[in-house]
């Protein structure tokens, strides 16, 4: 009887280890879908999107296959006095079974006392693994060092920047459309708009919100919204494209045909121009388009000669 009471007590630990293990995978995929944004936020617990996500189970299972690289893990937390750990699961850091790893915390994290707080809890870390380091008296499975992300992993606090705008068609064929962001506060809106607005999600919180009020690229309009902290861009006028905190647009001014790469809500954190040469004798719509072509890198077409030859600029920034 004793016997099977084990097996039995085995079998609900297994499955319950394994339940766990399947909502960690499913909220790593939700918060993989939500976090395309390039380089580190400006919240306290940057993201860093060089890091790779993995799970505890791929760290335990492979450690060979991450190890000195920068990973992005979900499990509990626990900062205590030997036992600095991130575990597979609560009922694997209450029992100690095995499926822990060493961490240590790094200068861009929260402090020590901070991320106490969130003791026994499930936590989102990002630092670099390493197979070999397996913490106090070799008892875990590798560690996590110069961790630069701790924080509270929450999967409701996520939402859908797309959800924050609405576009309205009146009586009158005219439209009305609102931006808000994540408090529900209007960010951008305008009514009695004769033309509809296309609306494009630039990275995690920024939307594009771009209106064509003539033929050709000289007569697009843009304005940005950044719903998660609460800021709007100036409207720029014949707009190419945007790509992560980024937008590109084309200028003519003092006869001189240009394009401007500059960060979209700060002017002096980047602003680069890209002169124009040989441009076609025209004063408008040169620049036919853009195109990104990888991370920080776009291609430029514009017209070139009295021939109008299509000509490619390629364009790298931040």
């Known amino acids: 009887m004793k016997n099977k009471k084990q097996v039995i007590t085995i079998i609900l630990s297994v499955l319950i280890t394994l339940a766990v293990a399947l909502g960690i995978l499913f909220g790593v995929k939700i918060y993989q879908d939500k976090q395309v944004e390039p ?11 060089s890091a ?5 189970i791929q760290l335990i299972a492979a450690p060979e296959k991450y190890d000195g690289q920068l990973v992005r893990v979900i499990g509990v937390g626990n900062l205590a006095f030997e036992s600095n750990c991130i575990s597979l699961s609560k009922e694997d850091l209450k029992y100690g079974v095995g499926h822990s790893i060493w961490i240590e915390l790094g200068e861009k994290s929260i402090s020590y006392e901070e991320a106490q707080k969130y003791n026994g809890e499930y936590v989102i870390i990002e630092g670099v693994f390493d197979k070999d380091d397996c913490g106090h008296l070799d008892m875990f499975c590798g560690s996590i060092k110069n961790i630069s992300r701790y924080e509270l992993w929450d999967v409701y606090k996520y939402y859908n920047p797309l959800d924050m705008y609405s576009i309205t068609k009146n009586d009158d064929l005219t439209y009305t459309y609102t931006v ?5 506060n209007v960010l951008f809106s305008k009514s009695n708009a004769t033309h509809e607005p296309t609306v494009e999600q630039v990275n995690t919180y920024i939307l594009g919100l771009k209106v064509q009020t003539g033929t050709g690229k000289s007569t697009n309009w843009a304005v940005y919204c950044d719903v998660e902290n609460s800021k709007v861009s100036e409207t720029f006028q014949y707009v190419l494209m945007a790509q992560g905190n980024y937008v590109i647009y084309a200028n003519y001014e003092n006869g001189e045909h240009s394009v401007i790469v500059q960060n979209i809500f700060d002017k002096s954190a980047y602003y680069k121009k890209h002169v124009l040469t040989d441009c076609s004798p025209v004063a408008a719509d040169v620049v036919i388009g853009a195109k990104p072509n990888g991370a920080g890198i776009a291609v430029v077409t514009y017209l070139t000669g009295n021939d109008y030859t299509e000509t490619e600029l390629t364009i790298k920034f931040p």
């Open 52 to 56: 790779k996500d993995v799970t505890m």
């Open 180 to 184: 808000v962001d994540k408090n529900d």
């Open 39 to 49: 380089g580190y936020s400006e919240t306290q617990n940057p993201a860093n999107q």
